[in-house]
């Protein structure tokens, strides 16, 4: 009988040592428990292009490795039509954009991207602010980057030359701005610099200097103008009352999965969306009242 007794309690504590052996490992190799410490996703990852959209998928990237270690995502700028040649080439995992696909490539290579729409931008014309100049009417800024006005003293500014500062073609900020704030209107030549950063030192440097930023660059350094008394600013946007605004697009060639997958899905959670996107000067899609398909058409939602 005590012998029977023993043997129960033998058999108990070997099951007893399993069930303990299961809770800790889950029945996981180590790979899996591994990955599961460091956040759950793993492997490298390139996000190229838009320069606009550089500063909030460098900061999520950051935020969101922090939180998974075996992940490594690597963040370039380039402008939007080098993020885009990148993906559709393979070179690239995201290709970041302010335009649409369609813009920039041909039917059938915008056919193979998948978009995912993070948030929108708002770009504003902004100048040294020596010049003396807060407001100007869309005509007035048109003039001013074909080359018709060239001194700020005839907007009753500053006696000084008006010095430009464009984008180069692959620039999604140019395509926009020259979309929406000259109306298609084909720029006199300037300084060209693709690096939003460079581009508002220039301006800050430079006497008599007039360039375009996305309002995320915007510090106290450079002055925005009014476009026909029109602020660039979030409201004015989200109503459709200024018209200088983009989409910023995160591509992929085909559905996003792994990795791609993960930080996409990272970059449209409450995390990013209400709190990050804010914080650095964007705007959530969400709160647009008004939309813009790839051909320019603007309709109330």
């Not at 660039?232 to 995160?250: F, L, S």
Request: with cysteine; aromatic share 6%; glycine share 12%.
């Amino acid at each position: 009988m005590k012998r029977g007794i023993k043997v129960l309690g033998l058999i108990v504590s070997i099951f007893l040592l399993l069930a303990v052996a299961s809770g800790c490992g889950g029945g996981k190799t180590e790979s899996e428990q591994g990955q599961e410490q460091s956040g759950g996703s793993e492997g490298s990852i390139t996000a190229v292009g838009s320069s606009a959209l550089q500063p909030l998928v460098e900061e999520a990237a950051q935020q969101f490795m922090s939180s998974n270690t075996a992940a490594q995502i690597v963040v370039q700028g380039g402008g939007s039509g080098t993020g885009l040649s990148q993906v559709i080439s393979g070179a690239s995992d995201i290709g970041n954009s302010d335009v649409f696909a369609e813009e920039k490539l041909t039917a059938a290579e915008a056919s193979q991207l998948v978009d995912h729409k993070v948030c929108v931008v708002g770009i504003a014309a902004v100048v040294n602010p020596d010049v003396k100049v807060d407001n100007v009417t869309q005509q007035q800024l048109i003039d001013i980057f074909t080359g018709k006005i060239t001194n700020w003293k005839e907007l009753a500014g500053a006696d000084v030359k008006i010095q430009l500062v464009n984008r180069p073609s692959s620039s999604g900020t140019r395509a926009t701005f020259k979309a929406f704030g000259l109306k298609g209107s084909e720029e006199a030549k300037g300084i060209e610099q693709d690096s939003s950063g460079t581009v508002r030192k220039i301006i800050t440097e430079t006497p008599g200097a007039i360039g375009y930023l996305a309002l995320s660059y915007l510090d106290g350094s450079v002055t925005p103008l009014k476009l026909d008394g029109v602020d660039p600013t979030k409201e004015n946007i989200t109503g459709g009352q200024y018209p200088v605004w983009a989409y910023e697009h995160m591509y992929t060639k085909g559905d996003a999965t792994g990795l791609t997958k993960d930080f996409l899905d990272y970059m449209l959670s409450d995390d990013v969306q209400k709190s990050l996107v804010v914080d650095l000067g964007y705007i959530p899609s969400t709160e647009m009242q008004v939309e813009r398909d790839a051909q320019g058409n603007i309709t109330k939602k």
